[in-house]
Each structure stands twice: as C-alpha cells, then as structure tokens.
C-alpha cells in the first residue's frame, strides 16, 4: 500500500486560503470543515486511524484533545502538526521523528514563519538519526536513541560514507568524517554502541513467477540472489512485476518481508525493455506477451538511465533480477484495493474503526448517494461517484474497474455489506468470466476486503431490548430479484419454524401486498397478539419505533425505510417504568429457554 498522503484540515473557512497555499507546495490533499467541531473531531480521528500526515490549521489544543484517546505507538502513529492561522508558527506534536519535523520546516520555510521544534537531537544537532529522508533506511533503528544520547552528552562519533543530510552533525562538531569504499553503506559509529547502518534504497527488484508459488520459495531465491550479489536487503526501494501478478500471494509476501511495496507494470511495459534484457525468452513471451519477466521489470522501474546489475536467477517456481534505479524510472502501479464498507444505520459511534480508517485510506468514495451522505464529515471534500437506487451492477462495477486501475476504493453500503447490500453482487462479478456478464482481468486481481458492521436486524432488536434472543431468520419481501412464490415458501417455512423473521424491504410504491400476505400466513402459527416491532431510520435522528400486534400491522404503516421485526409465538413484551425506553417505553424479547433453570425446574 501507498503511503497515505497529508492532509491540510482548516476548521475555519479565514484559513482556507493559507491551506491551499499549503496543499499546492507539498502535494497534500485539502480538507475545508464547517464550524461542527463534533463532525471535526470525527474526520480527524478518521484521518489519524488512516495514518495520513494531519496539518491542522487549528490551536495545538484542539488537535492535542481530538486524538488524546487514540495515542499508543509512537513508532506508528502519523506526524500531526498545529499551525497558527496567521502562518506564524507551525509546531510538529507527534512524529517529530516520522517525519513532522521535516514537514514543519517545510511549511515554516514557504510561509515565513518558525518551525518550533522541540525534540532533542533536532534542536541540538539538527537531524534526526532515526528519520532517515527519503529513499533512505536504517537498519537498526532501535540502536538509534543510545547513539543519539551519546552524541547529546558530548561523545564524539564518526560517519563513513557519504550522506549530504548528515552533514549537520559534522558541521556541529558531533562527528567527523571518514573515508569508506564506495558502495559501502553510510556507518555512524560511537565507540562502544552499536552502529548506525544506513543504506540507500536504490535498487528495484523484478520478480516472477508460477501461479501459486510457495511464498518461502519466492523469498529464499531472492535472499540467495541479493546474497551472492552482494546486495543487502535494505537497497531494495521495491518489488515490481507483471501486472498478470497483481494477485499472486507470494510477491505480496516477499514485498512485506522486505519492507517495500510491489508494484506491477503492463505487459506492453514490460515488452518496451525486450532490447536491454540479458536473457530475453520467446517461451516467456508466447505465455505472457513480453521476453522477461523479472529483468523487464527491474529495468523499468530502473528507467531508461538504469542498469541491470543482477541477471536473471531462477529457481523452480520463480525468477528474480535487479537493476539500479535511475532518473525517469516508472514506478509501476500498486495493487487495486475494494473495500466493500458496511457502515451501520448511520451513526458515526455505530461504525467500526476498521471501516473508519479505510474510509479515510480511500481515494474514492462510491455508493447510493445517500449511504455517502450519512457519513457526514467523512464524505466532504472526498472524490466521490454516487449511484441512484436500481444502479447496483453499475456501482459494483464501477468499483472493481476502478480499484483495477490501482486505486483504493470504499463501496459503502449501509447496515453489512453482506447482507442484502453489495458484498454478494461483487462476488458473484468476480466469479463470471469476462465474457459472461465478469469484470476485467485486472478488476479480477484487485485485492477485496469485507468490513462487517451493525445490520439493521441487529440494530432494531437492541433498540428495542432483545427481540433476536433465541432462533431468527432475515427474509426480504422485494421480488425484483426473487420470485415472488419463493418468498412466500419461505414465509411459509419460517413461520411453520417459529423463527423470529427480520422483515427487509417491506413495501416498495408498487409492491403493498406482500407484507399483508406475510401477516395472514404468519397468524395461522402464532397468536394474534405477537408482539411486532416498525423501526424506521435506526440511529439517525428521525429514528422511530412503533409496537404493533401482528393481528393489528397495517400495511400503510410501513414504508421502505422500516425494517419489521416479528416475534416468535415465545416473543413477549412488557412495559418499562421509562417511557423513552425501547418501543415506546415497552421493552420486547424473545427468552431463550432459560425460565427452567429460574424456576428451579432444570440443572
């Protein structure tokens, strides 16, 4: 995955102007918020769970009070800054050493202002020994904070190799130079610590491979190859392939193992290098479209200034070569991301922080426009491509032809997505063949995820106390999709169950009987006086409950917002001393079958 990109917030509309003086000079996005600092507050802790760099155009206090309670690792929170309205002052707050220090001085020096930087071995020697810029790694970060001690406390270091951005603590008189081989990594040494190693990230590693192949295998070829190169893992800037690979589990694992992203590159790509390929194949290219594989991509990313300095190298399930990058190098595309987000009713505190920090990660939003409407301060200024009801296979395409274009992307649904919403309809697109009604091959590789959330059953039932305490079923009464008799077969079977039935889509402008239907079948089970639950608009203001007896449910009391709940023939209800309580201060239930144990009749 991409490194999420920073995020200017101006809370007030007098700071628009200064953020998007800030945005066009460092590449951020731009996010304009309303004086709701609740909402506010919400998109910041979205953005912060999403680890985008936050550039608050706020108090330090505010920023410091919103995201209190999400503080933990240090070593993977997002540098969050505070800059003051009048460009005055830009203050890091966290991250100094993930980067916020480098950004406030970036910011301080386009406005003019002061960079106030507080952490110790920035303010005393000018860098920060474990915040490398850039196309640059430290091996052993946890050895960094004994030498930067040392350094502070007086102790004289010494730096091998050349690193212009540690020049500062030459210049300080920290560290003194020392001669070093080239090609020798970048060393500072204290007498008696643990080294420093930095390495340049320089190298691109091309990679292929068979369908399926063992991600150990995949590993063990290219540790052996870089090993007997000379090569150490930390040069490695990335992982690239062909795009045929976008989904083949063992790159993704040797990418993570490295600490690198992968990238995939077309075939035609790929195919441009054919001329400076060491082992050029026409097996290779009969099967896939280009004569190399592992030394196409590397020369790609490596671009046209770039050379190979490792051959191809083989194993029996994969390949393996490696080029060094130059300038005009093609970085490759990531892999597509879907996120199919099930957000709940509605309510923001009803949304899991897994469908929250991947709502912030996306680079665009799709859905009914009124699912993206609801999450409110998440959804403003957002790249967003909004669908009407009926247009559910155009959503669900769009989606995965979008992320198949290697974008991240939310497909927001309401209540769970796998529940009468979009997660089916994306599978079942993805198990057609392309020319069956499927999706593009590069669709068919995007990498899909299902993030869970409250379902409007689940909603209704605690609202009301525990109407799904013992055996349920969900049916939806829309026979745009199912034939209408075997919606009735299954009325008929789950009432002849006893089940408790969650009732979706009830009525629609044209379809008004078949609830009516479900009413009089349900009646030849269970008494009339069942208890029956009209929820409407759960978790949103204009939520309503209404109790209803099943012999009294009318039809025009429904509308397509409500979700009705039936109780079983063992469904109660009873009256609760707080008439805001449950269902118009009754509470409703379904016992499970524990009145035996109560009543002292079992063990």
């Not at 990594?185 to 610590?193: R, T």
């Amino acid at each position: 995955m991409s490194e999420p990109c920073p995020v200017i917030v101006c809370l007030l509309p007098s700071a628009a102007a200064l953020g998007r003086r800030i945005a066009d000079a460092t590449d951020a996005r731009l996010d304009l918020r309303g004086s709701d600092f609740d909402a506010v507050g919400e998109h910041l802790r979205a953005l912060f769970l999403a680890g985008h760099p936050i550039v608050g155009i706020a108090s330090s206090g505010i920023l410091i009070r919103t995201l209190a309670p999400l503080l933990g690792d240090k070593r993977r929170e997002p540098p969050v800054l505070a800059v003051a309205e009048d460009g005055s002052a830009v203050v890091p707050l966290l991250g100094g050493h993930r980067g916020a220090n480098a950004l406030a001085r970036r910011i301080a020096g386009l406005l003019g202002g002061d960079a106030a930087v507080t952490t110790a071995g920035d303010v005393a020697l000018g860098v920060a020994l474990d915040d490398p810029p850039e196309g640059w790694r430290l091996e052993n970060p946890e050895d960094a904070r004994a030498v930067m001690a040392a350094l502070l406390s007086g102790r004289r270091g010494r730096i091998s190799g050349a690193a212009d951005w540690l020049a500062p603590l030459i210049g300080a008189g920290a560290a003194e130079p020392v001669p070093a081989d080239a090609g020798a990594p970048v060393v500072l040494s204290v007498p008696g610590l643990a080294p420093l190693i930095y390495r340049r990230r320089r190298l691109a590693l091309g990679v292929g491979c068979v369908r399926g192949c063992p991600p150990d295998g995949l590993i063990a070829l290219a540790a052996r190859t870089l090993a007997e190169a000379g090569i150490a893992a930390g040069e490695i800037a990335a992982v690239h392939s062909i795009d045929l690979k976008g989904d083949e589990a063992a790159i993704h694992a040797l990418a993570r193992h490295l600490g690198v992203p992968a990238r995939f590159h077309a075939a035609e790509r790929l195919e441009a290098e054919a001329r400076r390929l060491a082992n050029p194949s026409d097996v290779v290219f009969a099967e896939v479209g280009c004569h190399g594989v592992a030394e196409g991509a590397a020369l790609a990313a490596a671009g046209p200034a770039g050379e190979l300095v490792v051959e191809k190298s083989r194993s029996s399930d994969a390949t393996c070569a490696v080029a060094r990058i130059g300038p005009g190098g093609d970085a490759g595309l990531q892999r597509g991301h879907l996120a199919i987000i099930g957000i709940g009713p509605g309510r923001a505190d009803w949304r899991t922080p897994e469908a929250t920090r991947l709502i912030a990660q996306a680079d665009e939003l799709v859905g009914y426009g009124f699912y993206i409407d609801l999450l409110g301060a998440q959804a403003r200024g957002r790249v967003r491509r909004d669908f009407a009801l009926g247009e559910e296979e155009a959503r669900c395409r769009h989606a995965l032809e979008a992320a198949g274009e290697g974008r991240r992307v939310a497909l927001i649904c309401s209540g769970d997505g796998g529940i009468y919403a979009m997660g089916a309809l994306v599978m079942e697109l993805l198990d057609r063949a392309p020319g069956r009604g499927g999706v593009s091959p590069a669709a068919k590789r995007v990498e899909v995820v299902h993030v869970p959330g409250i379902s409007a059953l689940q909603a209704a039932s605690a609202r009301a106390g525990a109407v799904l305490g013992h055996d349920f079923c969900a049916i939806s009464l829309s026979d745009l999709l199912t034939p209408r008799d075997a919606i009735l077969k299954r009325i008929r079977a789950a009432a002849e169950g006893d089940f408790v039935i969650a009732f979706y889509n009830p009525v629609s402008r044209r379809r008004r009987t078949l609830l009516a239907e479900a009413r009089d079948i349900l009646l030849e089970h269970r008494p009339a006086d069942t208890p029956v639950l009209l929820a409407v608009s759960l978790g949103r203001p204009e939520e309503r409950l209404t109790l209803r007896r099943l012999a009294d449910l009318d039809v025009d009391e429904v509308d397509m917002m409500t979700i009705v709940l039936v109780g079983s023939s063992a469904s109660r209800s009873f009256a609760s001393g707080d008439i805001s309580a449950g269902a118009g201060g009754s509470w409703l239930y379904t016992p499970r079958g524990y009145a035996r144990r109560i009543d002292g009749e079992g063990s």
